[in-house]
């Protein structure tokens, strides 16, 4: 017998501080904002005890009895919580990947109550695979798999929803179950795509051959270059990349540590007018944006999925 005690974390739960006087502070935790603060990557459940079945023998009556054919009872949900106090009290984190985790989970607000809702039952995982700014969370269940991508709102939010929605029918990309903006942040929920990311495999035995890995990868651009681009809104020419480029230079956006020394170009504006003078011309195709290794799924026979879309539309091939 197992009963449903959800994890709040501490972080969540200071966003609703209030400070009284005498440097006292109090936290006005109603239904919904304790929602938004449970932690959907710890156990949800917990075995039974002593003292769980006390608890029920006071909401039920002494005469209390255990329900015949119930794994999981739901009854102390709403009276008993846990509180995940990690990465407030710990201060010795030194390596980077720690601080990142610890800066994100800092800033992202907590689950909308919508979405807490949808991922009831849940079990999430973050991601470690990629370079992704954001954070993404593998959602597993007993019956579906999901995956959730908190963050901060921006207009390549939208941009990879819309590519998504366009895509659909088109490619296999996973499918929109759900997607709010909350206090400045995206909460994108998709389905996942069949297969496996072609750069881990289990075992990596749909890998070997490796000539065949190779040939579905190239298979993966013929497909992608196959879509019809006739009414693609989403473009990515030359012409957009350099507009973009210019706007950057004039608004101080360009990071000149990267802009090296030994180079023909003096300055970033130098190097955006000789890329306007040599434009080559282009070969215009429907393309991915980042086609890498954990953003096309295979099964060992095809291409079974496309991921991480945010950048694609026309563009050369």
Request: aromatic residues 12%; negative net charge; hydrophobic residues 40%.
């Amino acid at each position: 017998m197992k009963y449903q005690i959800h994890e709040l974390s501490a972080r969540a739960i200071m966003r609703y501080a209030v400070e009284m006087s005498g440097g006292v502070y109090k936290y006005n935790l109603t239904e919904d904002a304790t929602n938004r603060c449970i932690s959907f990557s710890a156990p949800t459940v917990q075995d039974d005890c002593a003292l769980f079945y006390q608890i029920m023998c006071v909401l039920h009556g002494d005469d209390f009895k255990m329900p015949v054919g119930v794994e999981v009872i739901p009854d102390l949900s709403d009276i008993l919580i846990t509180v995940d106090f990690s990465g407030i009290f710990d201060r010795t984190a030194t390596e980077n990947e720690e601080i990142l985790e610890r800066y994100w989970f800092a800033l992202a607000p907590a689950f909308p109550a919508t979405l807490a809702e949808k991922l009831s039952g849940f079990t999430l995982t973050k991601n470690t695979i990629g370079c992704s700014a954001s954070g993404v969370y593998h959602c597993q269940s007993e019956t579906d798999c999901l995956y959730l991508k908190i963050q901060k709102l921006n207009a390549g939010v939208i941009k990879e929803l819309e590519i998504i929605s366009w895509l659909d029918g088109k490619l296999p990309v996973p499918k929109i179950k759900y997607f709010y903006e909350d206090n400045g942040y995206s909460y994108l929920l998709m389905t996942a795509v069949d297969g496996y990311m072609s750069c881990e495999c289990p075992g990596d035995e749909l890998l070997k051959p490796f000539e065949n890995t190779v040939k579905l990868l190239a298979e993966g651009l013929l497909m992608l270059q196959n879509v019809d681009i006739t009414d693609c809104p989403f473009e990515n020419s030359l012409s957009i990349k350099l507009k973009d480029a210019l706007y950057n230079i004039e608004h101080g956006l360009v990071n000149l540590d990267y802009f090296e020394e030994d180079n023909d170009f003096d300055t970033p504006m130098d190097l955006y007018h000789w890329l306007t003078e040599n434009k080559p011309p282009e070969e215009l195709f429907f393309t991915p944006g980042d086609y890498c290794l954990p953003n096309i799924f295979i099964d060992g026979n095809s291409i079974t999925g496309f991921i991480d879309l945010g950048n694609a539309g026309i563009a050369d091939k």
